[in-house]
Nanobody
Framework: VQLQASGGGLVQAGGSLRLSCAAS????????MGWFRQAPGKEREFVAA????????YYADSVKGRFTISRDNAKNTVYLQMNSLNAEDTAVYYC???????????????????WGQGTLVTVSS
């Protein structure tokens, strides 16, 4: 599986960005997806996850109410809509696919076996 993340860039505080992650896998709809991020000097952390159907989502407290994860299984793509961005959101954002085809949602990085290359989001204050 190859995951290609895009959509990052430089944005002012309070602004919005939409990240996309396209998967090469034909059975994309069988796997939950997640977004993670790594800020400079920090460990990678969970941001948001979505189950394989798109009917269930889960967010880190730090982004809840500001970010929205969604997916289009017909396009093999998962999205992360980011609103009300602040400087603390500056990071490299990674999309990831679950190792196993399950019904649930996971925030545990160990449950994800495939990772995109990352896209940099920089929020200027």
């Amino acid at each position: 599986v190859q995951l290609q993340a895009s959509g990052g860039g430089l944005v002012q505080a309070g602004g919005s960005l939409r990240l996309s992650c396209a998967a090469s896998e034909r059975t994309f709809s069988s796997y939950g997806m997640g977004w993670f991020r790594q800020a400079p000097g920090k460990e990678r952390e969970f941001v948001a996850a979505i189950n394989r159907s798109g009917g269930g989502t889960y967010y880190a407290d730090s982004v809840k109410g500001r970010f929205t994860i969604s997916r289009d299984n017909a396009k093999n793509t998962v999205y992360l809509q980011m609103n009300s961005l602040n400087a603390e959101d500056t990071a490299v954002y990674y999309c990831a696919q679950r190792r196993r085809s399950t019904l649930g949602i996971s925030y545990d990085q160990a449950d994800y076996g495939y990772w995109g290359q990352g896209t940099l989001v920089t929020v200027s204050s």
